[in-house]
């Protein structure tokens, strides 16, 4: 018996230290004091501000007898030139720990300033596999949503906003040191947020799990992060109760520390270009995707589906055929369920712009871990069946 | 639904970097040098030399270009005067960064020199938790044997020859800076240590799954290192094939990254008393301990065990009282089908001397992390049915 089908046979497994639990937004003082810093560059957003989470780190920053910077000048999908920006008053200030306190897009600008600040030229210069050279300030990153798995990811997504694209930045580099969880935040995440950001790491661990570059070591996680989705997503998404929410801060982390390591697939491919293009949410252009590309993928990954089926809450044994059918149907009621976007129309995406994306795609770092090689064609039949 | 029951809510959790695969050995030069490395201390043992592990690793060094010190004078069970012995070569030759390739004991070893080497003193002032003050030299470990987990884990353990009792470090400080696996190092394993050696990897797996310590992030690495040893122990005990060996490498592995973030339980509060007091192998005592305190676990971790009656095979829904009988089975029949010993009579233990080794237990620290409380009685029952 193998138990290893598919999977990498020499691989590297990476993640960052790792601290999660409520109220532990206390700590990211300490935590950026054992990092070694002493003037403290905190990246958040007006919303995070307005909910005090913002105030509860300075809070802990001050506790820890820690100078601080404040700078919340980012959007959704970051863009290149908040990050110069940022990596400006970096400099200025003399800071020489990070601190990222907010969603994907906090924590993206958090790791795009640390890469400028430390390397210097532009954003676009470091675009693809392994382009950073100088070592990066310590990094304390604190996600704040249930999906973005940047707080553990060796990625950084930021948006070129002269191409209108999205620029995927892959190096170990951009991990954090110490990737902290505080499931309270989720108290006051918008609503809507709830599914979007779930969607996203739920798309993180599918992708993760049928990645040609998937071993034992990501899969374990992949496959609990789809477990917590399946049992409390809906619960979360319709009632918000605490330990609902809770699992879903844990799926997420999960689900990043699956594809940190095995990385993603097309529904990511494409995501990107349609994010960077429309600037449209990253988690609902991947709930709308997700079940076409999973019936597109779900015949080259056969052998792997019996233990997702159980993840999924199947639990009798059953064969390939059954596992790819509960697989499928599970995973669209659970979308379904949520109320999670079901076309790309709805979310803004123009029906003659779809060969553009497909091309695009054809270039994403994401389409390599494909356990599907996929041409334009492919891509855009895809897109089209998601429209 | 929380599905995380009896488990810690704030947590940390934190592995090396991880690089797996055969041929692996290879690049230990250039994971010795990435971590700054310019003259290697390099800890190992004769019989590794004998298989010509050794040469491989010289030979990697050589071509990233760094030279090493080679030092052996390591026994099974590492005794302190030998640790003394190789912090004072250490220092005399002016190395950096040390390699530690063998089972537990040239690892721990390496660990060993690695504290002294940086802290001076005598190896027992860091007996417990977090006594070490001054950052260790890098450090990659190599396991060659499916058990141990030292190559991931925050513990090192040394026999004080002196008390003859085994001292156990905690501290974050003695994980290695990377852990790389080599399987094809288990094709020259003496026939005896597969069996020994991954029965302390179920060992590891099942008291990290039952720890109060124990999480998510830990669980399905216990589940999985579990599940790996179910379907491969056997075959690898058998007929040695090579994916079966490697997946026992693998098991290995997973229990590792459970049980140093989770901790463990009454088996080694037990064996290493034991280990200590007759110089007996630490795998056959954790295979005869193990079905006793299952036993005396079972009724206080209901809720955990139908995932792990799924990992060790059984496919259909049970329920609490079904699940403990299959894990109690599944475990027996899994250790008697691999002849691994069933008793301490066996092992050499002298039955007077129990009532000592139960109250040498109640001081070591993996009792702390125990799901239930155990006293001097109650550790004695256990031993004197595992007699």
Not at 64 to 77: G, P, S
Not at 154 to 163: H, L, N, V
Not at 167 to 176: E, Q
Not at 208 to 234: C, E, M, P, Q, W
Request: proline share 4%; hydrophobic share 40%.
């Amino acid at each position: 018996m193998t138990d290893c089908a598919n999977q990498l046979q020499r691989y590297k497994f990476e993640v960052p230290e790792i601290v999660f639990g409520r109220g532990m937004l206390s700590q990211v003082g300490s935590c950026a004091r054992r990092l070694g810093g002493r003037k403290i560059f905190l990246v958040s957003d007006q919303g995070l501000f307005n909910a005090g989470w913002v105030d509860q780190v300075m809070k802990s920053l001050l506790e820890a007898r820690l100078e601080f910077v404040y700078f919340d000048q980012i959007t959704i999908n970051p863009r290149d030139v908040d990050i110069e920006e940022g990596a400006r008053e970096y400099l200025r200030q003399g800071a020489d720990v990070i601190v990222g306190l907010g969603g994907g897009s906090a924590m993206d600008a958090a790791k795009g300033i640390a890469i400028l600040s430390a390397n210097g030229g532009r954003i676009q210069d470091f675009e693809g596999n392994d382009r950073i050279i100088r070592p990066l300030p310590p990094m304390v990153l604190c996600p704040t949503t249930c999906g973005t798995g940047s707080d553990v990811s060796q990625f950084a997504i930021i948006t070129d906003t002269k191409k209108r694209c999205k620029l995927t930045i892959m190096s170990r580099c951009v991990a954090p040191d110490i990737s902290l969880t505080d499931p309270d935040t989720l108290s006051t995440l918008p609503e809507e947020y709830i599914c979007t950001t779930a969607t996203d790491a739920l798309s993180h661990a599918l992708e993760a799990y049928f990645s040609i570059a998937s071993t034992t070591l990501t899969d374990v996680h992949a496959v609990k992060a789809i477990r917590l989705l399946k049992g409390n997503l809906v619960e979360a998404v319709r009632e918000q109760t605490p330990d609902a929410m809770e699992n879903l801060s844990r799926a997420s982390l999960h689900a990043g520390m699956a594809f940190s390591n095995s990385l993603l697939g097309i529904v990511h491919a494409l995501a990107h270009p349609i994010g960077g293009y429309y600037n449209a949410n990253h988690g609902s252009i991947n709930a709308v995707l997700l079940p076409e590309v999973i019936r597109y993928d779900l015949p080259v990954v056969t052998e792997k589906l019996s233990e997702l089926a159980w993840g999924l809450g199947h639990k009798e044994a059953c064969n390939d055929k059954e596992a790819s059918e509960v697989v499928q149907g599970e995973v669209e009621s659970l979308l379904e369920a949520c109320s999670a976007p079901r076309s790309l129309r709805s979310l803004g995406v123009k029906r003659e712009d779809l060969p553009e994306l497909a091309n695009r795609a054809l270039n994403d770092a994401c389409l390599i871990t494909s356990p599907r090689q996929a041409d334009a064609k492919d891509l855009l039949t895809i897109l089209e069946r998601a429209y």
